[in-house]
């Protein structure tokens, strides 16, 4: 905290900028996700400078302080950037100060990985900041939210529904409504083209046409077949139509349609998406609301007393979760292991929680974190330093069970499940805690690797 | 029976056997009769020879369409006024329309102006069809509303109309067609009692505007005399009007426009038809006082009118002889003078004749006058109206209705004196006081 931080000065080859001792200059983006600064300060023109701050957001920078050299404007800088480096240059110390001070105390101290960590760390760090959208001229939905998009490793998160996730949560404050969108059900793309069809048969090829209706007969038809030299007269009763009102009238009805001949009063209006050309009904069209959203009181409390225990999606984390593929890498290393030293016995063994959200509904959010939080560290308890877990599903639990032949894993399932009897949630509801596994080598079958063996495993649970 | 035909030939004896016939007839007939005949004549010979002409006529024009704009009156009719400008909307007319509706008093008749202007012209619809509401909030009387919509206008004619009538899908175009004579500077168009069911004083009065409105009109049309534009429901050229200074605002309109165009009338060849086919369907007084009332007013204008206003416009050398002449038999003899022929006949009589001669006299008067009145119906029926169909069901009121117009003269008589010695204009309820101390004094 003491060290001075590594300014990195990004600007082309001349600069009429007094670039201050101890700053390092980079001319490329690149040159500069090599190196480590602390602080970036960028001199460019404002396009430059927008391209520029993408990326670097996107690459080993997306935290850190980066300021504009220039005065610059436009709602993707100030969402991404922290405003016009201050006239004195000096005064970039305390506020660098301050933003280490501040993400030091986030999520006790924790590197941030997923985009929840970095997005809550931003505006953690940022006590003003705000999650603020900004128009995307010409594209299929006109609003993105560009910190989002920065911060977000994988492309297929989709950051409307999960800042309407983190609002749910109680973790984003919903701020001001900038925009209301309607989007295809298929595709969510706004462009939209509304137009007006036969309520009978949908076809689009309709017409106006003013009709009259006779008083005296009944009969119903277009206005010309009324006219006759300058009058009005029925042509089924030949009755001279004189006034309004008495005579005759006009009906509501006055569109046509050319195909099936039906007269009505109201097209029917469908919204043809554009882009995918499915047909909605305009009331089952998608609404989205286009907001700015920033921390709630309970999001800065999660963002200083740490995630982990409060996000529901993290409550396995305890069990130092692998993810999916190294845990399959490792039952496939011991498959190799079992075939070559025979005595060498290996367990997989998989959790079930069934009925698991019904039940945290039931019990209330609070209730069913600490349950699960209760089984999940007894869990951790009863299992040893080198055993690996994973989770493949919400639900379902993966414990890889090195040197643990069938007894072993047996004596741990027994346990989970007397851990599990315990737990306060246990009788309500449908929840239940299913635990079953197969000892290498002996219950293996030929030719089996980590995912046949898995998938074998679930079925057997009804996963 | 008997006892009647004793009686009948005993008062027949009486009059015939002392002093004989001719004397009597001489003495006790009632000479109006005889100035009245002639008149009822000159109408039905112009009805056959209008019904003639009808025959052989050409249907309105598509090529004569000026711009047409009309102006219509409203006060206190509400959502009533929809109808009129609903009715406007649906004219066949081919050119344009420019409707004004004028409402007066708008910040009393919210109502009113309210229903207008929520009243929307669908342009698919009526393509050619324009509304322009003006709201006059202070109340100013007809004739201001009229001269506020003229205005505003910018048609080649003028209608003026009123909130409380509809009219026929044909009416502008039948009342146009004679502009395209510019020897016309007005033509008159033809009023139906819209709400004759709603009582027998309704019902008679539907009778009256076919019979004594409709049917002299176009009789006396024919000879080029028209006595009267009906205020409610008149066309104008736009350039005439605005020349003689648009309606007067010192009284009722009507009558006061007709005179000061005829009396514009002799120095020009002009003349005003009346249009039967252009039919436009008012309300009229449903109860007997709100009958007697309107009458009062009209009448008492008619005085004012006359004798007051136009005195130095009613010349021969100003109007022309024939003109003069009409004006005089059927305006200033007709309705002024007449009245009191027959009011004080019936008074004399009264006093001079025993009681059976009085019943003998009545019944040849009535006698008289129920055929006059039958054969104007039948003409009417036969001849002029275009809905045969519901004019036929006003065939009982015809016995009744020559008693009807006895009392509207003896009223008359009543309205005539009332304003000569009260000049009640001044009170007329169509315009407050304060506008008619902005008039001329007379
Ligand atoms: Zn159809
Ligand atoms: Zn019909
Ligand atoms: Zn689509």
């Known amino acids: ?463 | 029976m008997e006892t009647i035909v004793q009686a009948a030939s005993q008062i027949a004896g009486e009059i015939f056997g002392n002093g004989g016939l001719s004397e009597w007839l001489l003495r006790l007939f009632p000479f109006f009769i005889l100035l009245e005949l002639p008149v009822y004549l000159l109408i039905f010979v112009g009805v056959l020879r209008w019904k003639l002409r009808e025959r052989h006529r050409i249907p309105p024009s598509r090529l004569y369409t000026p711009k047409v704009s009309c102006i219509v009156t409203c006060y206190s009719e509400g959502a009533e006024t929809v109808i009129t400008l609903k009715s406007l909307c649906e004219q066949l007319y081919p050119g344009v329309l420019e409707i004004i509706p004028v409402v007066d008093g708008a910040s009393i008749n919210r109502e009113t102006l309210a229903a207008i202007e929520g009243f929307r012209v669908d342009p698919h619809l009526h393509p050619r069809r324009t509304i322009r509401p003006l709201a006059k909030w202070q109340r100013g009387g007809r004739v201001s509303s009229l001269n506020a919509g003229l205005h505003h206008a910018t048609g080649d004619i003028v209608l003026a109309l009123d909130g409380d009538t509809s009219f026929d899908n044909d009416m502008v175009s039948q009342i146009v067609q004679h502009f395209a004579d510019p020897n016309v500077p007005a033509v008159s168009g033809n009023l139906r009692v819209r709400n004759r069911n709603d009582s027998l004083v309704a019902r008679i009065q539907a009778l009256e505007y076919l019979l004594s409105i409709q049917m002299s009109k176009i009789g006396l049309g024919e000879w080029n005399t028209i006595n009267n534009i009906s205020g409610a429901f008149g066309a104008f050229r736009r350039k005439l009007l605005t020349r003689i200074g648009g309606w007067d605002t010192h009284t009722a309109e009507d009558l006061d426009i007709t005179l000061r165009i005829k009396s514009y009338y002799g120095r020009h060849h002009f003349r005003i038809p009346f249009e039967p086919r252009a039919i436009g369907h008012t309300d009229v007084p449903t109860t007997f006082r709100q009958f007697l009332m309107q009458r009062l007013r009209w009448d008492g204008d008619l005085y004012f009118l006359f004798v007051r206003k136009h005195q130095r416009n009613l010349s021969p050398r100003l109007m022309g002889w024939p003109d003069f002449l009409m004006t005089l038999v059927t305006g200033l003899f007709f309705q002024l003078v007449m009245p009191f022929l027959i009011v004080s006949y019936l008074v004399v009589g009264f006093i001079l004749m025993p009681l059976s001669t009085i019943a003998f006299v009545a019944v040849l008067i009535y006698s008289v006058y129920f055929a006059i009145t039958l054969t104007l119906y039948l003409a009417c029926l036969l001849l002029v109206s275009e809905r045969p169909r519901e004019d036929l069901k006003l065939l009982p009121l015809v016995p009744l209705f020559p008693v009807f117009m006895l009392v509207i003269r003896c009223w008359g008589v009543v309205c005539t004196l009332n304003e000569a010695l009260r000049r009640g204009h001044e009170e007329s309820s169509m315009a407050p006081w304060w506008v008619i101390k902005r008039g001329k004094k007379f």
């Open chain 1, 1 to 463: 905290m003491t060290n001075s931080p590594n300014i990195a000065f990004l600007a082309p080859h001349t600069t009429d900028f007094q670039i201050p001792d101890g700053w390092q200059r980079y001319e490329t983006v690149a040159q500069l996700t090599q190196a480590n600064s602390d602080v970036i300060v960028i001199d460019l023109p404002q396009e430059g400078l927008e391209r520029a701050i993408i990326e670097l957001r996107k690459s080993i920078y997306p935290l850190n302080l980066i300021f504009s050299a220039r005065p610059a404007n436009g709602p993707l800088f100030e969402q991404l950037g922290d405003g016009m480096l201050p006239e004195a240059t000096d005064a970039v110390l305390p506020l660098y100060r301050l933003w280490q001070q501040r993400l030091h105390s986030f999520n006790r101290g924790q590197p941030s990985t997923t985009t929840e960590e970095r997005v809550l760390a931003w505006l953690w760090s940022r006590p003003r900041s705000a999650l603020v959208p900004v128009r995307a001229p010409r594209q299929a939905i006109p609003y993105y939210y560009p910190l989002v998009d920065v911060l977000t490793e994988d492309d297929t998160i989709n950051a409307f529904s999960w800042l309407q996730l983190m609002q749910q949560q109680g973790l984003f404050a919903e701020g001001e409504l900038l925009d209301r969108l309607r989007q295809c059900r298929e595709c969510s793309s706004t462009r939209l083209n509304y137009i007006d069809v036969c309520p009978d048969c949908q076809t689009i090829d309709i017409t106006r046409q003013p009709s009259l209706h006779c008083f005296t007969c009944g009969h119903v038809a277009p206005q010309e077949s009324f006219l006759k030299n300058g009058t009005l007269e029925c042509p089924n009763c030949l009755t001279r139509l004189r006034h309004i009102g008495s005579d005759y009238d006009r009906p509501l009805e006055n569109l046509r349609c050319r195909s099936c001949n039906a007269f009505f009063e109201e097209p029917l209006v469908e919204a043809h998406c554009l882009d995918c050309q499915h047909i909605n009904a305009p009331e089952d069209l998608k609404v989205r609301e286009i907001r700015r959203y920033s921390l709630t009181e309970l999001g800065r409390l999660k963002c200083r007393q740490g995630l982990t225990s409060s996000l529901r999606d993290d409550h396995f984390d305890q069990l130092n979760l692998i993810n999916n593929g190294a845990f399959r890498t490792l039952l496939n290393w011991q498959i190799q292991l079992t075939h070559r030293y025979k005595s060498h016995a290996t367990s997989l063994m998989a959790i079930k929680f069934e009925n698991l959200e019904a039940a945290m509904e039931q019990v209330g959010e609070a209730g069913g974190i600490a349950a699960i939080d209760t089984l999940v560290s007894r869990i951790r308890e009863a299992i040893r330093e080198t055993d690996r877990c994973t989770r493949s599903k919400e639900n379902l639990l993966w414990l890889l069970l090195p040197n643990t032949d069938i007894e072993g894993r047996e004596a741990l399932r027994n346990r989970i499940l007397e851990l599990a009897q315990l737990l306060p949630i246990a009788e309500h509801s449908g929840f239940r805690v299913v635990v079953d596994g197969y000892t290498l080598p002996m219950e293996m079958l030929p030719q089996e690797d980590a995912e046949l063996i898995m998938a074998r495993l679930s079925g057997k649970l009804g996963a």
